[in-house]
């Protein structure tokens, strides 16, 4: 089994920053793209961030000034260090990676449980 599990989110002060993990683990051969995508309330989930294996990366537009996207594949773990917060990054943030499991000779996407991002004075 394949496990993508998020940490490090909770309450920030607008102005502030937090650094959200994750970290695949189980019978894994290989990770491909991981990323991070986020739904707010009241709109649908959408694209944050992604990373290839390579270290390629893709940011949203409106976010890329604030947000870094980093992966340390040794850990199998993908980082988004989110600073200068504001109450609009208010969400539920969500890791998603591409995996190749040692029983699957295929890639699948994995998504994590999601881990909420709250943005309050």
């Known amino acids: 089994q394949v496990h993508v599990v998020e940490s490090g989110g909770g309450l920030a002060q607008p102005g502030g920053s937090l650094r959200l993990s994750c970290a695949a683990s189980g019978t894994i051969s290989e990770i491909g793209f991981m990323g991070w995508y986020r739904q707010g309330p009241g709109h649908e989930r959408e694209f944050v961030a992604s990373?290839?294996?390579?270290?390629?990366?893709n940011v949203l537009d409106s976010v890329k000034d604030r947000f870094t996207i980093s992966r340390d594949s040794a850990k199998k773990t993908v980082y988004l260090q989110m600073n200068s917060l504001n109450p609009e990054d208010t969400a539920v943030y969500y890791c998603n990676a591409d995996i190749r499991s040692t029983t699957d000779p295929g890639f699948h996407q994995f998504w994590g449980q999601g881990i909420q991002v709250t943005v309050s004075s």
């Open positions: 990373i290839s294996s390579g270290g390629g990366s």
